[in-house]
């Protein structure tokens, strides 16, 4: 007992005398050694697991590996970007700071700090490298004129910023109140095939969820879903079942990385509905997935589609 009020005292007397700012920065400090720490000891199980592996694909990330630190993209194309060459913009008219991605604004936050911005978008850049296990449509999976796209997921839209002038219609779904005053600026120019729904996509309906099922019958129009949502993927599907048993012309992008037996789950359900369906080339380490276990290695997504 004496112990542990010297130890409370100690702490209290340190909280008094030494200043905020260099408690925080210890416990930063902690926090990355404690990163490092895991991270390296991830790298070192994928390795050993993998060793004796004579898939291609799977080489290709341990031969990565064996040179580089564990990281969510193990390939060099992630090297070719650098978060310090991404410059950033204020708007005066919003008070929003933007990117230009493919010589066109892309809005963020109001709240997020240049910093803030060069990460995120550096993480934009390559989930959609051309290389990268996280590409949405590729050449031979593509959108065109007559496409309406649900972007379910859509955060602060890059991928659609991507296709706008290329389809004709896009419906936006993002819950986070946040996102809607950049989505707005970013999709200003196109407001007219844009529509931003600030809810987000499960299987039931509330002031702050919605149905896909539900949401489609008033809009039969959509030919493509694009569905990153967090680990909620498996919800979607759910709620869009009858869609996607009945109708054709339709394509589907829809992320496996989240959550273990993902894509093994998502490719028996879509081809169950009749889905001509494969996954992305290579593979993520999604590390943030407290979860994550052997083997290690996750596809990014799977792109299914089901024509007449």
């Given at each position: 007992?004496?112990?542990k009020?010297?130890?409370n005292?100690l702490?209290?007397i340190i909280k008094?005398?030494?200043?905020?700012?260099?408690?925080n920065?210890?416990k930063?400090?902690?926090?990355?050694?404690?990163?490092?720490?895991f991270?390296?000891?991830?790298?070192n199980n994928?390795?050993?697991?993998?060793?004796?592996?004579?898939?291609e694909?799977i080489?290709?990330?341990?031969?990565y590996?064996q040179?580089?630190?564990?990281?969510v993209?193990?390939?060099?194309?992630?090297?070719?970007y650098?978060?310090e060459?991404i410059?950033v913009y204020?708007d005066?008219?919003n008070g929003?700071?933007?990117?230009?991605h493919q010589?066109?604004?892309?809005?963020?936050?109001?709240?997020?700090t240049d910093?803030?911005?060069?990460?995120l978008?550096y993480?934009l850049?390559?989930?959609?490298d051309?290389?990268?296990?996280h590409?949405y449509?590729?050449?031979n999976?593509?959108?065109?004129?007559?496409?309406?796209?649900a972007d379910v997921?859509?955060?602060e839209?890059?991928f659609?910023?991507s296709?706008?002038?290329?389809v004709?219609k896009?419906?936006?779904?993002?819950?986070d109140?946040e996102?809607?005053?950049?989505?707005?600026?970013t999709?200003?120019?196109?407001?007219d095939?844009?529509?931003?729904?600030?809810k987000?996509?499960?299987?039931f309906?509330?002031?702050?969820t919605?149905s896909?099922n539900?949401?489609?019958?008033?809009n039969?129009?959509?030919?493509f879903?694009k569905?990153?949502i967090e680990?909620?993927?498996q919800?979607?599907?759910n709620s869009c079942e009858?869609?996607?048993?009945?109708?054709?012309?339709?394509?589907?992008?829809?992320?496996?990385?989240?959550?273990?037996?993902?894509?093994?789950a998502?490719?028996t359900q879509l081809?169950s509905?009749?889905?001509?369906?494969?996954t992305?080339?290579?593979?993520?380490?999604?590390?943030?997935d407290?979860?994550?276990?052997v083997?290690?290695?996750?596809?990014?997504l799977?792109?299914?589609q089901?024509t007449?």
């Amino acid at each position: 007992m004496l112990k542990k009020k010297a130890k409370n005292w100690l702490i209290y007397i340190i909280k008094v005398v030494v200043p905020n700012h260099f408690i925080n920065k210890i416990k930063r400090k902690r926090q990355r050694n404690k990163l490092a720490q895991f991270k390296a000891s991830l790298r070192n199980n994928i390795l050993t697991y993998h060793e004796a592996n004579n898939d291609e694909e799977i080489k290709e990330v341990v031969t990565y590996l064996q040179k580089n630190p564990v990281s969510v993209f193990p390939y060099n194309f992630a090297k070719k970007y650098k978060k310090e060459v991404i410059e950033v913009y204020f708007d005066q008219s919003n008070g929003l700071r933007y990117v230009m991605h493919q010589n066109k604004r892309l809005y963020f936050k109001k709240n997020m700090t240049d910093k803030a911005i060069k990460s995120l978008y550096y993480g934009l850049l390559l989930d959609q490298d051309k290389n990268s296990p996280h590409l949405y449509i590729t050449d031979n999976f593509n959108l065109d004129r007559h496409d309406v796209v649900a972007d379910v997921g859509a955060a602060e839209g890059n991928f659609s910023l991507s296709i706008i002038e290329s389809v004709r219609k896009i419906y936006l779904f993002e819950p986070d109140e946040e996102w809607i005053e950049p989505l707005k600026a970013t999709f200003e120019p196109w407001k007219d095939k844009v529509v931003i729904i600030n809810k987000f996509v499960t299987n039931f309906e509330s002031e702050s969820t919605i149905s896909m099922n539900s949401f489609y019958k008033k809009n039969p129009d959509i030919t493509f879903f694009k569905v990153d949502i967090e680990g909620e993927e498996q919800n979607f599907l759910n709620s869009c079942e009858s869609i996607l048993k009945k109708h054709i012309n339709l394509k589907i992008a829809i992320c496996t990385y989240h959550k273990q037996d993902d894509e093994k789950a998502f490719m028996t359900q879509l081809k169950s509905y009749g889905f001509t369906a494969q996954t992305s080339r290579g593979y993520m380490i999604y590390m943030y997935d407290k979860n994550l276990d052997v083997p290690y290695l996750r596809r990014g997504l799977i792109r299914a589609q089901k024509t007449c």
